[in-house]
Structure formats: C-alpha cells, structure tokens
C-alpha cells in the first residue's frame, strides 16, 4: 500500500469515515487536509464541525482529548484540544463553516466566540453578495442575449445591426472619418 513519490495535499477520507479504513496507511499518506463526510449517522460526523453544519448553530469543543466525540479522530489524527466551528448562512441556509482550532484546551471565551460569530456573518454575507453580484451580471448577460439576439438562431437581430451602426456613424463623425456601408 505505500505510494512512493505521492505528494499528497487534499485527501478525502474513504467511505465518509468508515471505521474499516486502513489507519497508519491514512496518517502516512502526510495529507495537509482531510475531507470527511459530517453526516449524523457518521462516527466522524459528530465533532463540533457536523454538529455546525447539522444542526446550524456555532459548537464549540472545551477538550477534544476527552470528548467521546472525537474517540474516532484520535485514531486516524492528530487533533487540536479545542475548536469551535461557525455556521455560514446565505438566505437561511448552512452553506459551509468557520473552523477555528486552538492547542489549547477551553480556548474560547464568551467575547472571542461573539467576536467569531460576527466575524463568521461577515463572511457570509460577502459571499451572498459575491453570489447576487455574479446572478446580477448572468441577469444582464442574458438580458442583453435575448434582446440583441434572435431566440431561434442566435444570429444578430435588427436592434443591435441599429444600435451598432449609429455607433459606428457617431464615431466616424467625431473622427471626421467617412463611413461606408454595404448591404
């Protein structure tokens, strides 16, 4: 099972954190990041990412090295004592997580975690106007599509051949240029 040569940065863990998983072989494989599935019915789903996710709400973990949660992480892991994972709401929904670990147990205290929780609905409010900006501009993109383009064959149609050619005429007036058209 040794890959020589493998220079692994993303892993994804195999069979959404099966319990039949090869551990020493996962931990020598040096991965940078490991993605798990967070499913509810999952060992490796009930950690205070999943519970984010899940259920919506920030979850912080005091102590990872006694949390009954994690038994399955200290298999296959080195983790961090303490974290605390940060819901990203776009328009009501979950949409991912602020994770932030600690190397410290019972890290957080009550004004960093308010100061994480604005920092996270930041955050997810500039990804919900990245998304209405990029929606906008696929709007006016289809806008235009559909209103200087035949629906049927997509070929040009009278309004832009007009509003091409009075630029064309406005152009050649400031250059002082003639202009020439053919039919």
């Given at each position: 099972r040794?890959?020589?040569?493998?220079?692994?940065?993303?892993?994804?863990?195999?069979h959404h954190g099966s319990r039949y998983?090869?551990?020493?072989?996962?931990?020598?494989?040096?991965?940078?990041?490991a993605v798990v599935s967070v499913g509810a019915d999952n060992d490796y789903g009930r950690g205070s990412a999943g519970l984010a996710v899940r259920h919506g709400q920030t979850h912080v973990t005091r102590n990872s090295l006694v949390d009954p949660n994690y038994?399955?992480?200290?298999?296959?892991?080195?983790?961090?004592?303490?974290?605390v994972s940060l819901p990203l709401?776009?328009?009501g929904e979950v949409i991912g997580i602020l994770a932030i670990c600690a190397s410290e147990p019972d890290a957080f205290q009550p004004d960093e975690l308010r100061l994480l929780g604005?920092?996270?609905n930041d955050l997810a409010f500039g990804i919900e106007t990245l998304r209405t900006h990029a929606a906008h501009e696929q709007a006016r993109d289809t806008i235009d599509r559909m209103t200087h383009h035949d629906a049927l064959t997509g070929l040009p149609n009278d309004l832009l051949f007009t509003e091409s050619l009075a630029a064309a005429i406005h152009d050649a007036d400031s250059r002082n240029a003639p202009l020439a058209i053919l039919e």
């Open positions: 040794s890959l020589p040569g493998l220079d692994l940065d993303v892993l994804k863990v195999p998983q090869d551990a020493d072989w996962l931990r020598s494989l040096d991965a940078e990041l038994a399955v992480w200290h298999a296959v892991a080195p983790i961090y004592p303490s974290d709401r776009v328009r604005e920092s996270a």
